[in-house]
């Protein structure tokens, strides 16, 4: 797999199917076609360049790259990448896609860690260092969306809150519609809720690979799980049209405040984040 060090293309691999994922889990919540689409054309354009490099070694080694683990990880990911993509252009069955996706990646980023670093090369701990920067990218967009979805539905609570008391003015006509601040609030949290738990795969991976002092039981990683669950939960509520206008808006509420403990509280308790 040499070929991935002289073109440095594995970053725009992990740029590309994260993008996918987010896609996909955004077409699964909102049964939004265009956005399937999309999400299988950067599926596909990572399944063609991972088969480029697949037949470039086949190429030079004479064989199938399936002979040591690190290969067969490769191959691996390859595999569950061509049927996912046959799965999604012929089936359409699109959580079946999207879990496929989620373990494809984790397997294309430990075979790219295992790869890149098992000779020392400085392309290695640069990756490393990567990931980590991806990590802490990820997770601040994600805070930031979800931040901004909060704001929403404070405005949606206290316009509802001003419309029950009957008290008009100019500042109910400058919050907007309720309907519209709902939709924009649970819009932003389908975005950021997969990408925060793209930014937890890579953190993960990074602490394995780097050699930190990690733990699953640390408070930071229990906590951001949770948070993640929440916000499932939320989505799914939604979906089902169990949760809707105001319960929707005070469980966004409650969420963001486990968001913000586990952020501020639960990152001095951990055992490696801020230390």
């Not at 399944?47 to 191959?75: C, K």
């Not at 640390?218 to 949770?226: L, V, W, Y």
Request: aromatic share 20%; hydrophobic share 60%.
């Amino acid at each position: 797999m040499s070929a991935f060090e002289d073109l440095r293309i594995y970053e725009l691999i992990v740029i590309l199917y994260g993008l996918s994922l987010l896609m996909y889990f955004y077409d699964f919540v909102k049964q939004d076609r265009k956005a399937n689409q999309m999400a299988f054309w950067l599926l596909l354009l990572v399944w063609f360049l991972q088969t480029i490099f697949l037949f470039i070694e086949i190429y030079i080694s004479g064989t199938l790259p399936i002979l040591s683990i690190t290969e067969g990880l490769y191959f691996y990911a390859w595999l569950i990448l061509l049927v996912s993509v046959v799965v999604n252009y012929f089936f359409k069955v699109d959580f079946l896609v999207f879990v496929m996706n989620v373990v494809g990646f984790i397997i294309m980023l430990i075979f790219l860690v295992s790869y890149l670093t098992s000779d020392g090369s400085t392309f290695g701990s640069q990756f490393i260092g990567e990931l980590l920067l991806f990590h802490i990218v990820l997770a601040f967009l994600s805070y930031t969306l979800f931040t901004i979805s909060f704001a929403f539905s404070v405005l949606y609570l206290l316009q509802f809150k001003m419309l029950k008391e009957k008290k008009w003015g100019r500042i109910l006509k400058k919050l907007g519609r309720l309907g519209q601040m709902e939709e924009l609030s649970f819009l932003l949290i389908i975005f950021s809720t997969p990408t925060l738990f793209i930014s937890l795969i890579l953190g993960v991976i990074w602490a394995y690979m780097a050699n930190e002092m990690f733990y699953w039981i640390d408070p930071k990683t229990i906590g951001s799980f949770i948070v993640i669950i929440i916000y499932c939960f939320i989505i799914y509520r939604k979906v089902t049209n169990k949760s809707v206008g105001k319960d929707l808006a005070n469980a966004n509420t409650m969420a963001f405040a486990v968001l913000f403990l586990n952020y501020f509280l639960f990152s001095f308790l951990s055992n490696f984040h801020f230390n």
